[in-house]
């Protein structure tokens, strides 16, 4: 377990909308900048542009992770274009709907592969990034997640061995579990309750480390499988024993309508989960005025004061989708610069030149976090834990580091 600082940050959050669009099964993003001067070739391509592909949830049940990171991907592209693309070459941006499922995301990748693409960003969610790590292994083309929680998601788990072409830029299920617990400690919590999403290894991992790292006692330990929509019985539970706070291991489809039964039963008591909590759509299954006394794990929080580079994002980003940004976004947004400035560091469109190029990535300047990353393919992130009143952030934020 890596340990960990924590700190207190008083900030003025933006609350983060998203809006969930329907996409075609596979859309390009290219711009053609007429500025773009070439002073030296790409060294493995003839063709007048570096092609980048994306392979989100775009549809189904995790959407809203998937298109904000498109969105993201999308803007940083077009960004790059306006300033001269790579070595004076433009990008092409091609996006694929995997629709939230593992073997259309393992289709996915093969056909972004077969388009001629040198790298590929996404998935969003640990189950179909595992689905795709044989194949882009096998066809040996690089591919980053930004939001890959899961522990040892870059080991291969037949060998042991760190997945050559994959590199996740996100902090492990662990730290963010540990983080967790920690916050559950400096309030002193005594007792908790735990529910957790006993059909996803993120809700048991999150639920293990939880329970290692918690001071107090776990008086209730339940389990709900995705897709459960009454929660009555284990919230009756809860209510008779009256645990200090609630710890939801699991996604917002669930943790929302969980949210709402348990206020509505007048459980007021505090609810604290994990970065899969950090979607507005939560507010809209848990009602706003039900979601108060709430933290999540967050990646990112847009301050008032943020630098120059994080407004310039916010600005940009609201102006194009007309919605904000939210935290997925911007960590995906920092992984598609990275990857552009690996390319460019790279001098090459060669799938194995841009992989070397990315793992070589050190101090990478992002508007969430710096990114370096270690020899099994991680990075040491900051985690943010983000308090919500009557379904919007506030300016209370916890601020975690591994030390």
């Known amino acids: 377990m890596k340990n960990m600082k924590f700190t207190k940050m008083l900030t003025t959050i933006f609350a983060a909308s998203i809006i969930v669009a329907g996409c075609s099964q596979a859309t390009t993003a290219t711009s053609n900048n007429s500025n773009s001067s070439s002073s030296s070739e790409l060294s493995t391509s003839n063709s007048d542009t570096v092609n980048i592909g994306g392979l989100w949830e775009l549809t189904g049940a995790t959407a809203a992770y998937g298109v904000v990171q498109d969105n993201a991907v999308q803007l940083a592209v077009e960004q790059r274009n306006e300033e001269g693309g790579i070595d004076g070459k433009d990008v092409s941006y091609q996006s694929y709907d995997n629709q939230g ?57 037949e060998t042991g061995e760190v997945w050559e072409y994959f590199y996740r830029t996100s902090f492990e299920i662990s730290f963010q579990g540990a983080a967790i617990a920690e916050f559950a400690n400096q309030n002193d919590y005594e007792t908790a309750a735990v529910l957790k999403d006993n ?8 639920t293990d480390i939880f329970v290692e790292n918690f001071d107090g006692d776990v008086i209730i330990d339940e389990s709900y499988i995705s897709g459960d929509t009454d929660f009555s019985s284990v919230l009756t539970n809860v209510k008779s024993q009256n645990p200090d706070v609630i710890f939801i291991a699991g996604y917002y489809q669930e943790a929302g309508p969980i949210i709402k039964q348990a206020r509505e039963m007048g459980i007021d008591i505090a609810i604290v989960g994990p970065n899969g909590l950090g979607n507005q759509n939560i507010v809209e299954l848990a009602g706003a005025e039900n979601m108060t006394n709430v933290y999540y794990v967050a990646h990112f929080v847009y301050t008032e004061d943020a630098d120059q580079d994080v407004q310039d994002f916010y600005n940009a980003y609201v102006e194009k989708f007309g919605t904000q940004p939210d935290m997925f976004s911007a960590v995906a947004y920092d992984a598609a610069n990275m990857v552009m400035d690996a390319i460019d560091e790279a001098d090459s469109t060669d799938p194995t030149a841009i992989k070397d190029a990315i793992g070589a990535t050190e101090g990478f300047e992002g508007i969430a976090y710096d990114i370096t990353f270690d020899e099994e393919h991680n990075v040491s992130a900051p985690a943010y834990i983000q308090e919500v009143v009557n379904g919007e952030p506030t300016e209370n934020v916890t601020v975690i580091e591994p030390e």
Do not use: H, K, R
């Open 101 to 157: 499922a593992p073997e259309e995301a393992a289709t996915g990748m093969t056909y972004l592969i077969e388009q001629g693409n040198s790298v590929v960003l996404g998935p969003a969610t640990a189950a179909l990034t595992f689905a795709t790590q044989p194949v882009a292994e096998n066809a040996q083309v690089p591919f980053v997640s930004a939001t890959t929680t899961v522990d040892n998601a870059t080991i291969n788990s």
């Open 199 to 206: 059909s996803t290894d993120y809700g048991q991992n999150l």
